[in-house]
């Protein structure tokens, strides 16, 4: 019986239908469910491409272990942490930073940035001057050559790599007492931009300098550190390296991996996804009605039908799953075609870059398996619902004139 119940439901579906209006809307439905399904698997397959993005954006901020003060700002005894760092294995290299918030002037125009400080390994952990669109990283020969984000940059109008044009960095002092000169309040000096970085969320007016800027401007000693950032040989055992690290060095210190460092970044990140996935999930749940006008539509045109089924014993229940199966292929039907529309597309814009945030930057796509498994999950569960409770046809409904 079930099977009958399959090839008579795969018979409504495929056949020609008693009048063009039931076909209509059997093929209507179909198409709503591919175009939803298409549209909420492109958005997802977006989203899973902006956290690569957003991952490739942050990766020049962030490094794998950050070692921070729990005490204050500057990290105490940093030669034994050093030495710690040097004997893992696991370790391929380790930077100091010391960030303070300055501001800064030139002919006339001023701007509050952010003063990165590092050192000559720096870019080993990051590599931000595989960025630098124009000039140079500094050669570290001299602590006052910088390079600048560019916004930053622009909005002060500072001539790049050029003798004759220096900016002034201040830095406030800390401090109580009387002020009785221009000293007293901050420490000062002149750098010269020798480079240009792009900006974005994270480095939004960042200027990286050597260390030895920030320990003049802070009058710290040497070998200071506000942060110590650390780059692994293997990011996939960041756990068991951030476990061996945090008993060798002991208390005072904590460390935290790039997850952890940008924890309200990527929980942002994660609830506009879940916003997104629940609209068009809605979106899913309001085209199903479709497959329900299209089962109570089938169930009118083959009223005779039923009532001769019925009355040469096929029981109410079969019936009832015929109606049951028929929207289940459609469901299928709209699924499949949906996900094939859907994955098209995004390798059109994979391909081409066809679509576009902005001028210059395409939207980012990335197809995963777990996309394909949450859209199709998402549309069944909609839809064989839809075709359960719409198949619920009564006896009294088949037998009455």
Not at 61 to 85: F, M, Y
Request: aromatic share 12%; glycine share 6%; proline share 3%.
């Amino acid at each position: 019986m079930k099977n009958i119940a399959f090839y008579i439901a795969s018979r409504y579906l495929l056949s020609k239908k008693g009048s063009t209006a039931v076909t209509f809307i059997t093929w209507l439905a179909v198409g709503a469910m591919t175009v939803a399904v298409a549209a909420m698997f492109v958005i997802i397959s977006v989203f899973s491409g902006l956290e690569v993005f957003n991952q490739n954006l942050i990766s020049n901020l962030h490094a794998d272990l950050t070692i921070k003060s729990t005490s204050g700002k500057n990290i105490e005894d940093v030669d034994k942490i050093k030495t710690i760092l040097k004997k893992n294995t696991e370790i391929e290299n380790f930077s100091r930073i010391i960030e303070e918030k300055v501001y800064l002037n030139y002919n006339g125009k001023g701007d509050i940035g952010y003063l990165r400080g590092v050192d000559s390994s720096y870019i080993k952990v990051n590599p931000i001057d595989k960025t630098i669109f124009f000039g140079k990283y500094p050669s570290f020969e001299y602590s006052n050559e910088v390079i600048m984000e560019h916004s930053l940059e622009m909005r002060l109008s500072i001539p790049v790599d050029t003798l004759n044009n220096f900016a002034t960095v201040f830095m406030p002092k800390s401090g109580v007492g009387i002020i009785n000169k221009e000293e007293d309040i901050y420490n000062k000096k002149n750098i010269l931009v020798t480079g240009i970085f792009p900006g974005n969320d994270q480095l939004n007016n960042y200027i990286i300098a050597p260390i030895e800027l920030s320990e003049e401007l802070l009058n710290l000693p040497k070998n200071s550190a506000y942060q110590i950032v650390i780059k692994l040989k293997n990011p996939e055992k960041i756990d068991q390296v951030k476990k061996d690290l945090t008993s060798s060095i002991g208390k005072g210190i904590e460390i935290k991996t790039k997850q952890e460092e940008n924890a309200a970044f990527w929980k942002m990140i994660n609830t506009e996804k879940l916003f997104i996935y629940l609209i068009f999930a809605l979106v899913i749940f309001i085209t199903t009605f479709n497959l329900a006008g299209a089962i109570i539509i089938l169930q009118l045109d083959k009223k005779q039908q039923a009532k001769s089924l019925v009355s040469l014993g096929f029981p109410l229940s079969h019936l009832r799953k015929t109606y049951f199966y028929t929207g289940v292929l459609i469901v299928v039907l709209g699924v499949i075609s949906g996900l094939f529309l859907g994955t098209a597309l995004c390798l059109f814009q994979i391909k081409t870059e066809f679509f576009k945030a902005i001028e210059t930057l395409p939207f980012p796509v990335r197809i995963v398996a777990e996309n394909y498994l949450t859209v199709a999950a998402t549309a069944s569960l909609f839809g064989i619902s839809i075709s359960w409770f719409f198949s619920k046809i009564s006896k009294d409904y088949i037998t009455k004139n």
